[in-house]
């Protein structure tokens, strides 16, 4: 090959030379207390935010399929699809309103507090966890989950069936804070016993 260049350089070793061997420090990380890091009650309660947080996220998203689907339909035929999202949203926002109606479901899921998983709750327990662990949360966080809350404030004076297009709006700008949310979670939160709890709960 070529003369200028080399793969490989060997040093040859002159007679008489000995080996040196030179200490080997093996940097190591000491073990994370996580009950003086973290106390009991913060990290059961970043677990449930999560918890929150994806439920809020999850019931928003299959509602608003729901409208985008009502919307391509006659709303005095829907097609006999729609029951069975009407039967997802109740299955994940607690005791529902059955039947196929599934706007029905939709208005009892966004706005009805007395359904124990549905929008208004899931946000209000959002917050009582949240504010359990206030040290661990930016004030960006707070901004969100201040937004979410208005939010469901909002819906509570929409009549979904009656107003879709708002309705769907609204659940467009739920979005946009959830996302927030969980943008700056990921991308701004120091990824502590706090961090790792709540992404436990989201997953």
């Known amino acids: ?21 030179l200490p080997v420090r093996v940097a190591g990380l000491a073990q994370v207390d996580f009950a003086i890091s973290l106390p009991s009650r913060a990290g059961e309660s970043m677990f449930w935010l999560g918890r929150h947080l994806e439920r809020a996220e999850a ?6 399929t729901v409208i985008d689907r009502a919307e391509q339909e ?6 006999a699809w729609m029951a069975d999202l009407s039967e997802a949203v109740d299955r994940l ?14 208005d009892g899921a ?35 989950l201040t937004a979410l809350r208005d939010d469901v404030a909002l819906l509570a004076g929409t009549d979904v069936a009656a107003d879709l297009g708002l309705t ?5 700008g739920m979005l946009a804070n959830l996302a927030s949310v969980a ?21």
């Open 74 to 79: 006659s709303l005095s035929e829907l097609p």
């Open 110 to 144: 966004l706005r009805d507090p007395q359904r124990w998983e549905g929008l208004p709750n899931t946000v209000s327990q959002l917050l009582t966890t949240a504010g359990s662990a206030r040290e661990l949360l930016s004030v960006e966080v707070w901004d969100g």
């Open 168 to 172: 769907r709006d609204r659940l467009d």
């Open 59 to 64: 019931i928003v998203r299959l509602t608003r």
């Open 183 to 203: 943008g700056v979670v990921h991308e701004s939160m120091l990824r502590g016993p706090g961090w790792r709890l709540l992404d436990a709960g989201r997953r």
């Open 93 to 106: 926002t607690g005791i529902g309103y059955g039947g196929g109606l599934a706007l029905s479901t939709v």
């Open 1 to 21: 090959g070529d003369a200028d260049t080399s793969s490989d350089v060997w040093v040859p070793q002159s007679e008489g030379s000995r080996f040196i061997d």
